[in-house]
């Protein structure tokens, strides 16, 4: 008995030390955050999947997941494995991500790990940089985590070689298509139109068993490919290519085989391999030394261009490059290479996504939405359609791209588990929470010494190993382009914010505020606030003078004197509104100056734009008609904050908003022009969005549209403005009484006697109490007891304007309504606007079968930052001033944004860059 006694005691005892060493030790490991990838839609990677995150459970760590709706693993999964899911991360010692995080989600004093394209001082990035340091941030880079041999250990490459190479395939048929050419290629689909990268190689050898039987067509015969790098990308590019039938052949080997079988039919593609010992020769004739090209580049030439390039139908680039190697082909290369011989050259899937890199003619992002475009040799533009650059002759004057940055998340679930076996074993070295102690030497952290080699940040800078970052940085900023914005007000951040992270960019912020102006300029780097006064010509002459872009985000009646400077000093220059006559009395000195002026770059006018065209013009590149096009845009307060009985709120004063609801308007319906004398006679329920009440009406001048947006053949044209229901019937009723009229009236005259707004209303109406004026200006006389009337009469009660309250006495009705709406009517702490644009498109394929388009933009407003407007229209302004600095924008003169070579890179950088995109919806009758 006492000896059973004893035991149980000493197994007691010894169960509770063996549990406490156990919670001790699982304490002390970090807690592993997933963070939500949200660079863009399709990025549905995860660095663990729910099998690694079991793993990692079992061994003690704690994680927490963001939820995500995209994510290829859904939530449950997870959750099923154990993770906790939860939207804050605050919790997490380490946050894994794949993309690069916008750094006003990085969280203070954490550990992050993720692909942050730092290292090559990539200029789209350094915003973030400094974001790491502002923020003591800890940031291991998976691109550097390396073995002590310099062998990456933790990479999708091979996914990328694979998906890159299926795309590829994808887009070249849809090519030899436009060049006049049926092919096998046309039955590929897009590598995430596959369930498993098998299939994907199945669906490619039987497609390659139809090229064995029947040929390539004699024109591109031989089909030749060359594969560049000898990596794991490169590695996952030969894997598909190796599905269709080929013949693997030496680099060197191409010219003989092309001058053998050219115009004859082939049945095999011939594919080499070219690394950097087939595309470079040493300057002083030495054997090709790996050492000595690494160590020494300077010492090597390249050769690509003249032994590989001229004797190739594809290229994928897979190739690591960076600006002390030799490029495979320069612009000057490519260019003699056109005008002496032509090219050969179908396409080039450059899956490394290196812009203006080893093919220094690359100089645009594709993405997944549209993963290729044409470089058009003779021009030297991108164009979007893949029937562009071809002759009327039907000679190919075109290269297809596909520059897809982010292609393993288009085989999302396989590359997450790749990638997540390999990074797993490194986390379970890492043992301990405490990563970023202030001041920790690197050598006493817990963690295995590839991460170690891959700490970019830590302690609020650069490590020493990545130290040079600092100097590449310089060496891009000493050439910078300097951009004067004109003007401090609401919509200036946002164009700061944007340029501010562009290192090769600098800002001069003016307003006649100079406080507002540094104020503004305080938020951001590179960036100077100063006082200017439009009217100090010899001021505005020195400013023009010292930079490369004028933005104007003055008030409208400013952007001819603007403009003036502009075509004077010979500077580009951006503005958000409507094309002024004085700006456009500039057109003809414009281009004899060879200068750019864009002008409606911001929503409505901007975005509504770019969005429209994009649809009309790729509606008519298809060979399509367009029957109607109706499109309302609306600045609105966030439906949470709609509460009041006009379901509108006023950022500034209100009078511009009441004065354009005095506006007439001319609109095309049904073949019918129609004249609006009144513009809410004419609205209508706009239902787009079933959680919406809305309404829309007709504003300004629709017709002219018609041949800006080149749809001379279309029945319906309008645009218009939105507003949550009722506001039309409320204003109407103001407008009628004369409540909004800009005449002088002397009942409110400065020293008359007062008068109650009572009173008032009756005299204006001519009737005999208030609520009958209101009733009869409303058109509700005889239905008083109706919705409609009732909830007209209860917004003049909230207004304060049917009672016993005096009138203002500001002489023009207007004021006075303006008196007492704006302190009614202002956004309040925390709350937040939205931005409401809708475009519904009635159209005919090239069948004439009829099909409708509904495009949806919905922007939220940040609260305590910038309201959702003056992001929508000053961030394209931003994106537009750079383009023009960068020179991708160049057409002379004055303009708006009506033609693809303007709108389509802004909308790519809207997307891309900013995450601003309409949600498009496509049906046929």
């Known amino acids: 008995m006492l000896r059973r006694a004893f035991f149980s005691s000493v197994t007691s005892s010894l169960a509770q030390c063996v549990g406490q060493c156990f919670a001790s030790t699982a304490s002390s490991l970090p807690i592993l955050g997933v963070r939500r990838e949200d660079k863009t ?90 974001e790491l340091f502002r923020k003591n941030i800890m940031h291991i880079d998976y691109e550097s985590i390396k073995d002590s041999t310099g062998n990456r250990l933790v990479k999708f490459g091979k996914f990328a070689g694979n998906a890159g190479t299926i795309d590829y395939l994808y887009g070249l048929g849809d090519r030899l298509l436009a060049l006049g050419h049926n092919t096998p290629f046309l039955e590929m689909g897009l590598s995430r139109s596959y369930p498993t990268l098998e299939k994907a190689k199945q669906a490619i050898r039987e497609l390659g068993n139809k090229i064995h039987r029947y040929g390539i067509p004699k024109r591109f015969s031989p089909l030749t490919f060359c ?50 010992q087939h595309c470079t020769e040493h300057v002083e004739g030495k054997p090709f030394s790996w050492d000595e090209y690494l160590n020494r580049p300077q010492n090597f030439r390249g050769t690509f261009h003249d032994k590989i390039f001229p004797y190739c139908s594809s290229i994928i680039n897979c190739t690591y490059w960076d600006e002390k ?58 164009e979007p359609q ?22 393993p998340t288009e085989l999302a679930a396989e590359a997450s588990s790749y990638f997540g076996e390999m990074l797993v074993p490194l986390l379970e070295e890492t043992k301990s929470g405490d990563l970023n102690t202030p001041n920790k030497p690197m050598e006493e952290l817990a963690m295995p010494d590839s991460f170690k080699r891959a700490v970019i940040t830590k302690d609020g800078k650069l490590t020493p190993r990545y130290d040079y970052i600092s100097d590449l940085r310089a060496a891009c900023e000493g050439q910078k382009k300097k951009i004067l914005v004109l003007g401090a007000g609401n919509c200036a951040g946002p164009v700061i914010e944007y340029l501010s992270q562009f290192p090769d960019i600098s800002i001069t912020v003016g ?94 006018p901007g975005i509504d734009h770019f969005s429209a065209l994009r649809i009309l013009d790729g509606c008519k590149a298809a060979g399509g008609k367009v029957d109607s096009f109706v499109s309302y845009c609306g600045g609105l307060p966030a439906p949470e904050c709609s509460n009041n009985p006009l379901g509108y709120k006023f950022s500034w004063s209100p009078r511009g908003v009441l004065l354009a609801s005095g506006n007439k308007a001319r609109f095309q319906r049904d073949g019918k022009i129609v004249n609006a004398d009144n513009i809410f006679d004419h609205r209508e329920k706009v239902k787009i969005l079933p959680g919406f009440n809305l309404e829309g009406y007709p504003n300004r001048d629709s017709v002219p549209y018609i041949d800006l947006y080149r749809i001379n053949e279309t029945k319906t044209m309008l645009r218009g ?18 409540l909004i009229s800009t005449e002088q009236n002397p009942l409110i005259q400065k020293g008359a006697a007062p008068i109650t707004w009572a009173e008032y209303i009756k005299k204006l109406s001519g009737a005999a109490t208030a609520q009958e004026g209101i009733l009869k200006a409303a058109g509700l006389l005889n239905q008083p007891d109706s919705e409609s009337a009732q909830n007209v009469l209860y917004a003049y009660k909230w207004l304060g304007i049917m009672g016993n309250k ?41 069948n004439n079968r009829k099909y409708e388009v509904s495009s949806t933009l919905v922007e939220y407003g940040t609260p305590g930052g910038y309201s959702a407007m003056a992001r929508t229209v000053g961030t394209p302004v931003g994106i537009a001033a750079r383009l023009v600095a960068d020179g991708v924008i160049t057409k002379k003169g004055v303009h708006a944004p009506m033609t693809a070579d303007i709108y389509e890179p802004i909308m790519q950088a809207l997307e891309k860059e900013c995450g601003i995109r309409m949600l498009e919806k496509e049906f046929y009758h």
């Open 227 to 276: 594969v560049t790098g000898e990596g794991a990308v490169s590695q996952g590019a030969q894997e598909i290519l190796s599905c269709l039938p080929q013949q693997m052949v030496h680099p060197h080997d191409l010219k003989k085989i092309v001058e053998k079988n050219a115009g004859k039919t082939t049945n095999e593609i011939y594919t080499c391999v070219a690394g950097p």
């Open 41 to 130: 839609r399709w990025e549905r990677r995860s660095p663990l999947t729910p099998d690694n995150v079991s793993r990692l459970i079992e061994k003690g760590y704690r994680v927490i997941v963001q939820p995500s709706g995209i994510r290829v693993f859904p939530d449950e999964q997870y959750r099923q494995a154990g993770a906790e899911i939860n939207e804050d991360l605050n919790g997490a010692d380490i946050i894994m991500g794949v993309k690069e995080v916008r750094p006003d989600l990085l969280l203070r004093d954490k550990t992050y790990i993720f692909f942050s394209h730092v290292i090559k001082a990539q200029p789209y990035n350094m915003n973030m940089l400094d």
């Open 806 to 846: 005096p009138v203002p006495q500001n002489g023009a009705p207007i004021d006075a309504m303006c008196d007492i709406m704006t302190p009614l009517m202002g956004y309040e702490e925390g709350e937040r606007d939205m931005c409401l644009l809708n475009h519904q498109f009635g159209l005919r394929d090239k």
């Open 511 to 604: 307003d006649v505020n100079e406080q507002a102006a540094r104020d503004l300029a305080t938020k951001y780097p590179k960036t100077e606030g100063i006082k200017i006064d439009i009217a100090d010509k010899a001021t505005m002459d020195v400013l023009a003078q010292d930079h490369d872009v004028l933005v104007s985000m003055l008030p409208y009646i400013f952007h001819g004197e603007v403009a003036k400077l502009a075509v004077k000093h010979r500077k580009n220059m951006v503005t958000a509104s409507y094309v002024q006559p004085a700006v456009r009395a500039l057109d003809e000195e414009a281009k004899k100056a060879r200068v750019t002026i864009l002008n409606e770059i911001g929503l409505d």
């Open 386 to 407: 893949l029937t562009a650059a071809i002759d009327e002759n039907g000679k190919n004057e075109g290269v297809l791209f596909m520059t897809i940055d982010n292609l």
């Open 325 to 382: 190697f030799p490029r495979l082909i320069t612009n000057a290369q490519m260019d003699a290479l056109c005008k002496k011989d032509g090219h050969r050259l179908l396409g080039i899937a450059d899956i490394s996504a290196d812009m203006e890199g080893s093919i220094e003619f690359m100089s645009k992002f594709s993405d997944i939405d549209e993963p290729f475009f044409v470089y058009n040799t003779k021009t030297k533009e991108n």
């Open 721 to 738: 403005t939105m507003r949550y229901g009722g506001f039309c019937e409320i204003v109407n009723s103001m407008r009628q009484m004369g």
